[in-house]
């Protein structure tokens, strides 16, 4: 199991949802400047590797019941989290298939205040804002998970090319991330281990002219 840290790490790694079933799955938080966001997970390519055709056929038919039935792993884990309007649909409704999962929460130090709490990890999430800079600042002193049941865990062991992507604005400081030049993105880099772990955001609204 990955630690809690994995998070805030960007990994490239093929998703396993299954035995041999497989899929390329990428993440992104698109934040706006009040702080509201929307969690994205858009698995790509999902298909079984599996050398027998009738377990192949089973293993693809669990999936497309998962999104049918509302029991894909990334949507139970966004409905863990306390996510609002849910959805989870196919956007390639053919073999390999593509999924694209999605969930609102009202903010995003909200978000990861409940992502500590369900994987019973001590730490906490703030938002603040001052002189037109609106800052989060996410903190934890534990790597290890102390709820190894938690559907959330599915978010941090896929955590794959994740993003956090202004809606209107620009970052302008960052602890933990890689800002794009134009502001807009900001990508979670891998952090050295200690004691105290933090990361933070700091985000301004364009002034017009």
Known sequence: MKRFSAVFVVATAALATGACLA?????????????????????????????????RTQEEAEFLRGIQHRTHAPLLALEALGGRNLTCELVRVERPWDAVTTAQFDSIDGLFNALLRELGVEGRASLTATGGLTTLLVEWTE???????????????????????????????????????????????????????????????????
């Open 143 to 209: 790597d290890d998970p102390g709820n190894e049941e938690s559907p959330a865990l599915e978010l941090i062991e896929v955590f794959d090319a994740g993003r956090v992507v202004l809606t209107e604005g620009r970052f302008v400081a960052a602890e933990g991330f890689v800002i794009s030049p134009d502001g807009r993105e900001a990508t979670l880099v891998e952090r050295t281990p200690s004691s105290h772990r933090s990361v933070s955001l700091t985000w301004a609204l364009e002034r017009e002219g």
């Open 23 to 55: 899929s390329r799955t990428s993440q992104v938080l698109y934040l706006s400047p009040s702080g509201a966001v929307t969690w994205t997970v858009h698995d790509r390519d999902v298909h079984s590797d599996a050398p027998e055709r009738s377990q």
